[in-house]
């Protein structure tokens, strides 16, 4: 009888035992993922890991005092991918095609639009589902939000910028010293470019400048502004009700035409073709260029490198060029990029909902004006509840505070965001500018409606528009060798591109 109570009891004992230790590797496992799935606003050590890929527009990523300000504000760990803006679209689709894009990344709208196979093929994250849970992100613009929606469903948070930005940056100093005036339409621009080739506007009494500095993107270098200036539609045009590609309207050509001109008589650098971005600017900074056409928002950095070099160096803004057809702007979408999510590098809803927090959370009040401005005090000071930026920190904030722009998203109309009251004349006037850009923009009538074809092919196909337009300037191709391209062009898809969208925009 004792023996067997005790059998009775070392079983029982023993069954609790595994139990026990059973419920104790339960709570060890438990404890171990909510270490591995932080919740924002928990401590340092358990912060949770926000990577993004983002570029470089500056010479400096944002300083270390900054990216942890924010992330102690945010309760996160950043890692964040500074690419230089030159190679960024390289860097990123070699991400994409090896898995190896960080949590977040910033795709530029004319990456987007080559992107949406990846897209559909389940690459990234469909966050419309999840919007409305964030105080923030919950009243981003619907409108905008839906122009970059692929299927109808919402993929990025947006960066909002103006609709169009483009204009001319020009030496004011050399337009002094050869007494010339701010060029007001494309007669005048041609002469403004062929006098700071040949005039001596530095009068070092050598012949050492020339006109115009560009660089190997027909979009945002030169070519589509001046080609807007002619009257070119942008990417599509609408003719008897039927939709044409740009390049086969005579304005595209015309804008050729005057492009091959500044070539022809070397009043732009000869290796414009294959020039990057990096070496456009430095040439207008060191002097070798008079004029920069691109955004001008640019204009402050610019200026504030050139005088680096030569302390007399004055630049200063055109945005109204007449062409033809009077003036005219081409403008990109309400949004200049978006930030996508992806799938590989965010396994779990739960790691998903942590980075829109992050996001909804840099539209805060404390947050959104530290990305913007940097630190009170050093970067900027307060007056009146406004922000004063002044000329004597401009140069700070360009090399430590400007970059943080990139992870800036919908900042044109956060209510979070304070107003400027003073800023620097340059950073105003292209402010400016920009606003009165609005009441001339030409917009892109494919903007949202799809195409098949170019979702598919439309690198290639844009590829032969691209080497064509180049070698026609370089005097490589006349026109009837440039018309053959266009219909290599129809050939290889662009006839069924065509279709598409047609039948597309007869629909909207």
Known sequence: ???????????????MGIALIVIIVMMLISACQNDNNPKVGEDKGARPVISIM??????????PELVQAIEDRTQTKLELNWVPDGIYTDKMNTAL???????????????????????????????GPYLAAYPNLKKLNKEILGQAAVDGKIYGLYTE???????????????????????????????????FTFGDPDR??????????????LVFGSFKTISSYFGTPNNWGVSGGKLIPEFETQPYIEAMNFMKKLYDEKLINSDFA??????????????????????????????????????????????????????????????????LFSKKAIRTE???????????????????????????????????????????????????????????????????????VESESLSQLADTLSLDNEKYVVKDPTLGIESKTYDERGVELYKIISDATYNYILGKLDKAAFQQEIERWKRGGGNQMITEYNEAYGKK
Not at 287 to 306: H, K, N
């Open 1 to 15: 009888m004792r023996s067997s109570l005790l059998g009775h009891l070392f079983k029982w004992t023993g069954r």
């Open 274 to 339: 294959v020039t990057s971005k990096e070496v456009q600017r430095d040439k207008l900074i060191r002097g070798t260029a008079g004029v920069y056409i691109g955004s001008m928002q640019d204009v402050q950095r610019l200026s504030d490198e050139a005088q680096l070099v030569n302390p007399e160096a004055r630049l200063t803004l055109v945005n109204h060029i007449e062409g033809p057809q009077g003036f005219h702007i081409w403008s990109i979408p309400n949004y200049s990029a978006l930030y």
């Open 204 to 217: 070092d009494g050598k012949d050492d400048t020339i006109g115009l500095t560009d660089r190997n993107d």
């Open 54 to 63: 983002a570029p470089l527009h500056f010479p400096h990523p944002p300083i």
């Open 350 to 420: 739960a790691e998903l909902k942590m980075m829109l927090q992050f996001f909804d959370r840099t539209m805060d009040k404390d947050v959104a004006n530290l990305m913007k401005y940097g630190l009170e005090g050093r970067h900027y000071t307060v007056k009146n509840g406004q922000i004063q930026l002044s000329e004597e920190t401009s140069k700070i904030r360009v090399n430590e505070v400007n970059a943080l722009y990139a992870l800036m998203i919908a900042d044109l109309n956060n209510p979070n965001v304070i107003p400027v």
């Open 97 to 127: 095609t090896t898995n190896s894009l960080k949590k977040a990344t910033y795709v530029k709208y004319t990456d987007y639009m080559l992107m949406k196979n990846s897209i559909r093929s389940g690459a990234f994250w469909d966050i």
């Open 161 to 195: 910028r103006p609709s169009s930005r483009q204009g001319i940056i020009i030496r004011e100093d050399w337009l002094n010293n050869l007494k010339l005036k701010k060029p007001t339409n494309l007669d005048e621009l041609y002469e403004v470019l062929k006098a």
